[in-house]
């Protein structure tokens, strides 16, 4: 009796290319163990090498690049000649559009709607390499995986047509953020030049992100109470990111770290130590760093717009992210009360558990075969 060949399913690696954001991390977390669950072959193809080559080799995917000049040139123009040629059964962009003219079945994975909400958030070549296609995409996907229920309401409040493709897959949270024992959070607060702990923000710094809120909430803290911990932003900068970074570096002197884009495993380390998490955010699509946090058993504080809530649950303080009033009473009252800050960081831990990249490439499988029919 022949044995049914396994589909093949090609998948946008562009996120890859570069330096990676979120979405690359998460599309290489996620791709690495579909390939393991061994129910497909997966080929990774993008208009350059990716910094993953090796490793998706290394996990049995096959690799392609098809040189381009930009990355929207590649997927508009080369990618759906190379979809032509038959060997592909469907294709998956992780990275939110498209092809406009798509020849095969396909699949997105949609993380927000921020090109289309906030579009002041985006440089322009975002915005160009997304709003342009994004109905098209909407239209021609068979499945349509988004990072959370308040991305899936968004779809369907802009885009009601899209409501039965609609599938939540969450994001997992890598296993190396995890609790740290404490003589390794004592060392690295020495390291940081902050031994009593300190707040911390992890992320790309843009306007979206809502850093000045924090900032200011911070420095009203600091003003009432010159003991209030250090307050450390790791993360690269990003979009109107000038004027925020001249106003930490004026904050420095009192108290304020900016650390930058960190290596993976310095940054999990900075994540382990810092006493309370703080993210203003104004819309995420997940909000994968207060996520990780929790992970690391960390009390954290979000804004309570878009997915944070779905995120955090019972197990965070929320706050109106258009009052810095409202934040700074949050951080106050973790500083003031210990045993809340205990108690929340246990349920942020146990919380954390739910978002698991196995039973997320268990749900995205199901989504590319449900599309694959």
């Known amino acids: 009796?022949?044995?049914?060949?396994?589909?093949?399913?090609?998948?946008?690696?562009?996120?890859?290319?570069?330096?990676?954001?979120?979405?690359?991390?998460?599309?290489?977390?996620?791709?690495?163990?579909?390939?393991?669950?061994?129910?497909?072959?997966?080929?990774?193809?993008?208009?350059?090498?990716?910094?993953?080559?090796?490793?998706?080799?290394?996990?049995?995917i096959a690799l392609e690049h098809h040189p381009a000049p930009y990355g929207?040139?590649?997927?508009q123009l080369r990618l759906p000649r190379r979809l032509r040629r038959g060997d592909v059964d469907l294709f998956w962009s992780p990275l939110m559009t498209l092809p406009a003219r798509m020849p095969l079945p396909a699949v997105v994975t949609i993380h927000d709607l921020t090109p289309l909400l906030f579009p002041q958030a985006h440089r322009l070549k975002v915005r160009l390499s997304v709003l342009p296609f994004l109905r098209s995409t909407l239209e021609q996907a068979r499945r349509i995986a988004v990072d959370s229920?308040?991305?899936?309401?968004?779809?369907?409040?802009?885009?009601?047509a899209s409501g039965e493709k609609l599938r939540v897959v969450h994001p997992g949270i890598d296993p190396e953020f995890h609790p740290a024992p404490p003589a390794d959070i004592e060392r690295t607060r020495l390291e940081l030049g902050c031994p009593?702990?300190?707040?911390?923000?992890?992320?790309?710094?843009?306007?979206?992100?809502?850093?000045?809120?924090?900032?200011?909430?911070?420095?009203?803290?600091?003003a009432s109470n010159p003991d209030t911990p250090p307050l450390v932003l790791v993360g690269p900068y990003g979009w109107h990111s000038r004027r925020l970074l001249d106003r930490i570096e004026r904050l420095a002197p009192r108290g304020?770290?900016?650390?930058?884009?960190?290596?993976?495993?310095?940054?999990?380390?900075?994540?382990?130590?810092?006493?309370?998490?703080?993210?203003?955010?104004?819309?995420?699509g997940f909000g994968l760093p207060p996520a990780e946090a929790m992970a690391c058993a960390l009390p954290v504080i979000v804004s309570d717009r878009s997915s944070l809530p779905e995120v955090v649950g019972e197990a965070g303080l929320q706050v109106d992210p258009d009052s810095a009033g409202d934040l700074a009473s949050a951080i106050r009252r973790l500083l003031q009360e210990p045993t809340l800050a205990r108690d929340l960081g246990n349920k942020a831990r146990e919380r954390s558990q739910r978002f698991d990249w196995e039973v997320s490439a268990r749900e995205m499988e199901e989504v590319l075969f449900e599309a694959l029919g």
């Open 256 to 284: 304020l770290h900016y650390l930058g884009r960190l290596p993976r495993e310095r940054q999990v380390e900075v994540v382990q130590a810092a006493s309370i998490f703080v993210y203003p955010s104004l819309y995420e």
């Open 1 to 60: 009796m022949n044995t049914p060949s396994l589909p093949t399913i090609g998948v946008d690696l562009r996120a890859l290319v570069g330096s990676p954001s979120g979405v690359g991390f998460m599309t290489l977390a996620l791709l690495g163990r579909l390939a393991a669950r061994g129910r497909a072959r997966y080929l990774g193809v993008a208009h350059r090498p990716t910094v993953a080559d090796s490793e998706l080799a290394a996990a049995g």
């Open 196 to 222: 009593e702990g300190y707040l911390l923000y992890a992320g790309t710094l843009e306007p979206r992100k809502n850093l000045d809120l924090l900032l200011d909430a911070w420095e009203d803290l600091r």
């Open 72 to 75: 929207v040139l590649w997927q």
């Open 149 to 160: 229920e308040a991305t899936a309401r968004d779809l369907g409040t802009h885009f009601p």
